[in-house]
């Protein structure tokens, strides 16, 4: 696991700064969205709590966050996960494949009801769309991903650019390779 210092320079070195936001700027990015926002101060907190954990890629800590036997609604851990967390509607599993937080994603694929082909979002963008584009560390979530039995719908999904995720890497590549020419 890279350190938060790694992460951030790495974030910013591919422009996904503008796309994600710090783990303390999750409250603003929330309240910026106009429709889907979460409006209850404890699902926030809860929210806020689980971005701080993926950014550690502590898979125990959000397991104990995540158990619906110490959460006080029904459906806590639902709206904790489908919340979107950024401006762009990204959930907390799209934060998981961006960060690199293999631990939280291989947790998050075991809970029933996270959806692996959601790209509700508005880049339309996959989890596999996001390991694509972040290929240093995204091997570790390809791997993961490609042992799911939904994984061959995820090759052929597309973003709103109509890039399927096999694209978006020749494309990354490609940008990596300009900008260290």
């Not at 429709?35 to 404890?42: A, H, I, K, L, Q």
């Not at 390809?142 to 995820?154: A, C, G, V, W, Y």
């Not at 090759?155 to 109509?162: C, E």
């Amino acid at each position: 696991m890279t350190s938060k210092a790694d992460l951030q320079t790495w974030i910013a070195l591919m422009g996904a700064d503008k796309r994600f936001a710090k783990a303390d700027g999750v409250q603003e990015q929330m309240a910026k969205r106009k429709s889907e926002r979460e409006t209850d101060p404890r699902i926030i907190g809860l929210v806020q709590k689980a971005v701080d954990i993926v950014l550690e890629d502590n898979a125990a800590a959000l397991s104990a966050l995540l158990d619906e036997n110490k959460l006080e609604q029904p459906f806590d851990r639902s709206k904790i996960l489908h919340c979107p967390i950024t401006e762009t509607g990204d959930k907390l599993i799209h934060f998981v494949c961006i960060t690199g937080s293999w631990k939280c994603l291989s947790l998050l694929l075991d809970i029933p009801g996270v959806d692996i082909l959601d790209n509700d979002t508005k880049s339309r963008e996959t989890v596999l769309h996001l390991c694509c584009r972040y290929p240093l560390y995204g091997i570790t979530g390809l791997q993961t991903l490609s042992k799911l039995p939904d994984f061959p719908k995820l090759l052929f999904k597309a973003d709103k650019r109509n890039k399927i995720p096999i694209e978006v890497i020749v494309e990354t590549i490609d940008d990596l390779l300009l900008t260290a020419a």
